[in-house]
């Protein structure tokens, strides 16, 4: 049913009853973007798993249709942990929505050479949008604040599978490496700036168990190691069938 109409993303908080009701903003993108006409239906979703087929109505509102049931959150959960590259992060962001990941944790490390800007993390939570929209998510992938990769490296639950994906030829591939590890249910991939990682950012996430990776023996630019990385992760876990539609 939904799945054949074009998608629109919306606060929880805006379902109330049968009608989600929206904003000036929002009609102005219903009806100047996708074009909708009162009568004319959408999918809704609210980024939590819930799936609406919704008729425009004359007011400021979507009058419910049809719900589907709640599908549960996908498996394995991922989180990429990205040095944030001097530029094209706003594309790692709608692939790495495409391919399914669900927390993004934006980092500064030692070669960073962009400073945090704390604006720029509204303005991906809006890509992230538009990518679970367009790539039928029902699941929208968590943003988080800029940090320092030093913290997130030492803070991360020791519960995840972790790696740090290093261009080092001698160390073993991500796909075997994975490929050999028990069943996991959280996992977390760490990818540098320009330069990679630091020799200390290396030895302070191999001390909190870390494992070392490589995604092959091609050097991979900033902006497309995430995306090799996340894709060699899917094929692993669809193997696995943890990841469900």
Not at 26 to 42: N, S
Not at 88 to 109: H, K, M, Y
Not at 159 to 186: E, G, M
Request: proline share 8%; net charge neutral; with cysteine.
């Amino acid at each position: 049913m939904a799945r054949e109409l074009r998608r629109l993303w919306m606060p929880p908080e805006q379902l109330q009853g049968d009608r989600w009701v929206f904003n000036p903003e929002q009609r102005h993108y219903l009806q100047r973007v996708l074009r909708l006409k009162p009568g004319d239906r959408c999918a809704v979703i609210d980024g939590r798993g819930g799936l609406w087929t919704a008729e425009l109505g004359d007011r400021e509102q979507l009058i419910v249709v049809e719900a589907a049931p709640v599908v549960p959150p996908p498996q394995p959960r991922l989180t990429l942990i990205q040095g944030l590259p001097k530029q094209g992060f706003d594309e790692v962001i709608r692939q790495a929505t495409e391919l399914g990941v669900t927390t993004i944790q934006p980092v500064i490390s030692d070669r960073s050479q962009v400073r945090a800007e704390a604006q720029k993390v509204d303005r991906w939570r809006k890509i992230a949008i538009e990518a679970s929209e367009q790539s039928e998510r029902l699941y929208l992938p968590q943003i988080e604040p800029i940090r320092s990769g030093a913290d997130v490296i030492a803070q991360t639950s020791s519960d995840s599978l972790r790696c740090i994906c290093l261009a080092r030829r001698s160390l073993p591939n991500l796909l075997p490496w994975l490929q050999a590890q028990p069943a996991w249910t959280d996992l977390a991939i760490a990818i540098g700036p320009e330069g990679g990682w630091s020799d200390a950012e290396i030895e302070q996430a191999i001390a909190a168990g870390w494992s070392p990776v490589s995604l092959g023996t091609s050097i991979l630019r900033a902006v497309t190691a995430p995306i090799v990385a996340l894709s060699v992760v899917q094929a692993v876990a669809a193997t696995r069938r943890w990841i469900t539609d």
